[in-house]
């Protein structure tokens, strides 16, 4: 296939991608300069005033006709992000299925961009006036995405931003860059109007040209460190931010204790735990701390690390030997604390063996920073007080997850918890693509989630007749 690209590719310097795996090159991309930035936003702007006035039966065309070209190349992006970022096969798969689903989502809501009609006779001299208030398109939309999901987040941010009628463009992560560049290929194939889409490559300097250019709105998911330098270089532009969480998976007495353990490995190994809701914070009623921590050794003793590409594997690598060294660090500062390690604890290169740690202190790094690798960090309880108290003292606010079939429990919690959602029965990573996600204070500005993002990614126009 030898599409021509909306690429910004003006110097030589080249962006290698490496297998977090075992550091196999898998692919080059060139570098993007502010000067490439700036003339990409340019032509993104042209763009946007032809697609303005665009119908919704056109956004939802083009938009379900990429999540087709996206189903044709599935295997082949799947084996991308696999390569990349060290997901396995199996993940990679299921987040290729899931990105077709958050388009064909988006070209769905494009439908339901309604506004309303409002009376004015609340004030003198309105009698006879009706207010006629409609969504309009804020116009170029920087989409800045990180390594975990590179193909599911940007659909995220591109899906709504198309089906509002605006221009995207998007600047991955440098360590999984391709499988977007891959999807901004399919926008050309999938008949996009020149440059209404398009691409740049880099790191944080590309990321800070992104956000000082006359872009229109920036949709940020990553850190809160690297949020909030671009939040300030951004000035007075909209910002959506998600900055990701330290999330917590509440297991009350009555709960399934199978389930829940199952829940509990499913959603920190995954992608070696490198999950902005993964679940982090494990903590276990007292009344059922031994049956439970049983089957949580059970089940992580069970749980096959290794190659990524290889369809038995469940869990592969962190993104690189650096992530990797952090990992560790943690769990070593939480042994010294008094930390006992039930499982794991040893690495190989980037690849973390899955580790059950209990009895850290609540202050360790390990637990009062969101740690991005495949650790489990068991603590007790004897009451539910001591868990909203613990959650609600971080800075992070994302999800919560609580197994209960206690509805004054439940009630009280999702009274009680600074989170954006808490999960009943499930855990904190759990997300459907068309529902809000998000959270507060330093977990993020804004919510994710197609309906929502596309009246985020509107503006707001009034008549008054």
């Not at 297998?19 to 550091?23: I, L, R």
């Not at 829940?263 to 499913?266: D, F, G, H, K, M």
């Given at each position: 296939m030898n599409l021509a690209a909306p690429l910004a590719r003006t110097t030589p310097r080249q962006i290698e991608v490496r297998?977090?795996?075992?550091?196999r090159l898998v692919g080059t991309l060139p570098e993007a300069d502010a000067d490439a930035v700036n003339a990409a936003v340019g032509r993104a702007r042209i763009a946007a005033r032809g697609f303005r006035s665009s119908t919704p039966a056109t956004r939802r065309a083009l938009l379900d006709r990429l999540a087709s070209l996206i189903a044709r190349d599935a295997e082949t992006i799947a084996r991308t992000i696999s390569d990349e970022m060290g997901k396995t096969i199996t993940e990679a798969r299921n987040e290729v299925r899931r990105a077709q689903n958050t388009l064909r989502l988006s070209g769905d809501a494009a439908t339901f961009l309604d506004g309303e009609v409002?009376?004015?006779?609340?004030v003198a001299g309105g009698a006879d006036r009706q207010a006629v208030v409609t969504l309009k398109p804020v116009g170029v939309i920087a989409a800045i995405t990180p390594f975990n999901y590179p193909l599911n987040l940007l659909c995220h941010k591109l899906g709504p931003a198309i089906a509002a009628g605006n221009a995207v463009v998007a600047k991955p992560s440098p360590k999984a860059p391709l499988a977007a560049d891959h999807l901004v290929r399919l926008t050309v194939e999938a008949g996009f109007p020149a440059d209404l889409v398009q691409v740049?490559?880099?790191?944080a300097d590309t990321a800070l040209a992104l956000a000082r250019a006359p872009i229109d709105l920036l949709s940020f998911t990553g850190g809160p460190q690297a949020g909030l330098a671009l939040k300030n270089a951004a000035g007075l532009v909209r910002c959506l931010m998600e900055l990701g969480g330290n999330d917590p998976l509440i297991v009350m007495p009555d709960a399934d204790l199978d389930a829940a353990a199952e829940?509990?490995?499913?959603q920190r190994f995954?992608?070696?735990?490198?999950?902005c809701a993964a679940v982090k914070k494990l903590l276990v009623h007292e009344a059922v701390r031994a049956p439970f921590t049983e089957r949580l050794l059970a089940l992580t003793a069970a749980l096959r690390h290794g190659d990524p590409a290889r369809d038995d594997i469940a869990m592969g690598p962190v993104i690189d030997a650096a992530a990797a060294d952090e990992v560790m660090a943690r769990i070593?500062?939480?042994?010294?604390?008094?930390?006992?390690?039930?499982?794991?604890?040893?690495?190989?290169?980037?690849?973390?063996?899955?580790?059950?740690l209990a009895d850290m202190a609540a202050d360790c790094r390990l637990l009062a920073l969101e740690t991005f690798g495949p650790v489990i960090a068991l603590r007790s309880f004897t009451d539910v007080a001591m868990c909203i108290e613990e959650v609600n003292?971080?800075?992070?606010?994302?999800?919560?997850?609580?197994?209960?079939?206690?509805?004054?429990v439940i009630r009280h919690l999702a009274r009680e918890l600074q989170v954006g959602g808490l999960m009943v029965n499930e855990g904190p990573d759990f997300r459907a693509e068309h529902v809000p996600f998000g959270g507060v204070r330093t977990s993020g500005l804004g919510r994710e989630g197609v309906r929502i993002t596309m009246r985020e990614m509107s503006e707001t126009h009034v008549v008054i007749d």
């Open positions: 297998s977090p795996f075992d550091n409002m009376h004015c006779a609340i740049v490559h880099g790191g829940t509990a490995v499913a995954e992608i070696a735990g490198q999950s070593a500062d939480a042994k010294a604390d008094g930390a006992r390690c039930l499982a794991g604890g040893t690495r190989e290169g980037a690849l973390v063996a899955p580790t059950v003292a971080s800075p992070y606010g994302l999800q919560a997850g609580v197994f209960t079939n206690d509805h004054a």
